[in-house]
């Protein structure tokens, strides 16, 4: 169950200071905050009685640079308002929100693994702030201010390594942001020592909808066939309402890709419907081209 888990995360708070200083403090008050986190791949096959039972969608969506360093202003602005774009869909918000199988699991698809949900944080204000405290941070990607690189690379060092007490948060792991050659460790120890890191040659964006389906009580037969239901319409939603959003998108700072789910075949499919439309354009051609210079239907059919 999820009843342990204080959030995913995307919270933290802001603290004034130097960046060392910022960085060292957010961690703490994450890790304070969640002790008892586990981290949620980890979980993922724990069935305990009475806990939700789902089944998992993902899809990724990846980012290459045009003309400008990936770690720039406008490919991160691009990145953020192409990723609020994509999640204020009517059916994203169905599928994530309404179909979610716990608040905290919702992180997860709302905003997602996204590099953007870090560097674009949300200011959260509370009522029970400290002194000397001015808001805390919600990394959701509804921000207007970038998040300096020489805090927010090493934040994210931070929280994806194992801590004292067996921490680890596998959701800000730079696996699921760079590219498998990017020496991450490397580019945030710089950052954090005032240094330009160099910038990836891309990002990357994981979504995982974890859809609900019902509860072990309830019946596995139950929970199976609402899985089936609900596996299909989200397969139904993906192929007419996010695959075509993702295969038409253009920006100007940076190139937009895809995978996962049918993604593939949805690709096959398209060609193929391309090729056969340029096939009927041919012989509507030919065929009019005949019939100019025979004035002959029926020798224009035999040929």
């Known amino acids: 169950a999820d009843s342990d888990v204080d959030a995913l995360p995307h919270r933290g708070r802001s603290i004034v ?9 957010a961690g703490a008050l994450v890790r304070q905050k969640s002790r008892r986190f586990v981290a949620w791949r980890r979980r993922r096959s724990r069935r305990l009685n009475g806990s939700p039972l789902y089944v998992m969608r993902t899809f990724t969506v990846m980012y290459t640079p045009k003309g400008v360093d990936m770690f720039s202003g406008r490919a991160l602005a691009e990145i953020r308002d192409f990723e609020k774009k994509l999640r204020g869909l009517k059916e994203w918000t169905k599928i994530c929100d309404d179909w979610k199988v716990s608040d905290q699991r919702k992180a997860l698809c709302d905003p997602g693994l996204s590099f953007a949900s870090y560097a674009w944080p949300g200011q959260l204000k509370k009522p029970d702030l400290e002194a000397y405290e001015r808001f805390w941070l919600n990394f959701d990607a509804e921000g207007i201010d970038l998040f300096p690189l020489s805090v927010l690379l090493p934040y994210l060092r931070d929280l994806s ?63 199976r066939k609402q899985s089936k239901i609900r596996g299909e319409e ?53 065929t009019l081209y005949l019939w100019f210079h025979t004035r002959s239907i029926a020798i224009t059919l035999a040929s």
């Not at 200071?17 to 403090?25: E, F, L, P, R, Y």
């Not at 993702?246 to 895809?258: D, G, P, R």
């Open 17 to 25: 200071g130097s960046a060392a200083n910022i960085t060292d403090a």
């Open 234 to 286: 989200f397969a139904k939603v993906f192929d007419s309402v996010f695959y075509p959003m993702l295969s038409t998108a253009t920006s100007e700072y940076i190139n937009i890709y895809y995978s996962g789910l049918n993604v593939k075949g949805l690709d096959i499919w398209g060609v193929l419907m391309q090729d056969l439309r340029f096939a009927a354009g041919s012989f509507l051609a030919v």
């Open 161 to 223: 390594s194992e801590d004292a007490e067996g921490i680890k948060y596998e959701t800000a792991d730079s696996k699921y942001f760079f590219p498998k050659n990017y020496d991450f460790e490397a580019e945030a120890a710089t950052a954090a020592k005032g240094g330009t890191p160099q910038a990836p040659t891309a990002l990357r964006t994981t979504y995982f909808f974890m859809i609900f389906c019902g509860y072990r009580e309830n019946g596995i037969q139950a929970a």
